[in-house]
């Protein structure tokens, strides 16, 4: 099975910065069938990418996905105070999709 | 708009079964497909299973002697459960709706706000 790592573990950043989140996947994922969520205290999950790059319905284009293989990058253009939370890459390139392990966006 | 709300016990003794709902309003189960997906205290997410509306279902093998999902159309609902719970089974649990990859792999596109399930006595 695939397994994902996310690094950093916590980013500390402003409000306007830009951050850069990153997932490595232990082996080359297929047709680019990677996807991020955003989740937030007491929330659940909100899809933000599908398909490595594609953005979901009604998300800002603040946030982009890129990457291919095994190596795949969130970026967020220029944080604002609701993006602080929890990000997750996630596979679904095989019939159980599996979750990377998170990282925490925080305000500096 | 889509919306998901699960029902439940919050509080299952070790051994019995797990049993929870997720109520879909907004759309009908037809024609999608239907997950659930759980968070373990302090820990990433785990995929459960998920079922199409046909009934065709798909487990996680670390569930897949435990679980088991189904689909209500006439009652827009879907169900899980999960026998022989331990206390490692208290999680957050989730119900959304999945978008299938060509028969493979899913991510999740609506999601419930999760119910609590602590497994105690």
């Known amino acids: 099975d695939i397994v994902l790592t996310q690094s950093p573990g916590t980013l500390s950043l402003s409000p306007g910065e830009r951050a850069t989140l990153s997932c490595r996947a232990s082996e080359t994922v297929r047709h680019s069938y990677l996807a991020w969520y955003q989740q937030k205290p007491g929330q659940a999950p909100r899809l933000l990418i599908y398909?490595?790059?594609s953005r979901a319905t009604d998300i800002s284009d603040r946030f982009s996905g890129s990457g291919s293989g095994t190596g795949f990058t969130l970026t967020i253009s220029r944080l604002q105070p609701e993006d602080f939370a929890v990000y997750y890459c996630?596979?679904?390139?095989?019939?159980?999709?599996?979750f990377g392990p998170g990282t925490r966006v925080d305000i500096k | 708009q889509v919306q998901l709300q699960e029902s439940g016990p919050g509080l299952v003794k070790p051994s019995e079964t797990l049993s929870l709902t997720c109520t879909v309003s907004?759309?009908?189960?037809?024609?999608?497909?239907w997950s659930w997906i759980r968070q373990r205290p302090g820990r990433g997410l785990e995929f459960i299973g998920y079922?199409?509306?046909?009934?065709?279902?798909?487990?996680n093998s670390s569930f897949r002697s435990r679980v088991t999902i189904s689909v209500s159309t006439s009652s827009n609902q879907f169900s899980l459960r999960l026998n022989s719970v331990t206390a490692a089974d208290t999680a957050m649990y989730f119900c959304?709706?999945?978008?299938?990859?060509f028969g493979l792999g899913s991510y999740f596109n609506y999601w419930s706000q999760g119910i609590l399930v602590t497994v105690s006595s």
């Open positions: 398909g490595a790059s």
């Open positions: 959304a709706r999945a978008e299938v990859a």
């Open positions: 079922i199409y509306y046909s009934g065709k279902t798909n487990y």
């Open positions: 996630q596979y679904y390139g095989s019939i159980s999709p599996t």
């Open positions: 907004g759309v009908s189960v037809s024609g999608y497909y």
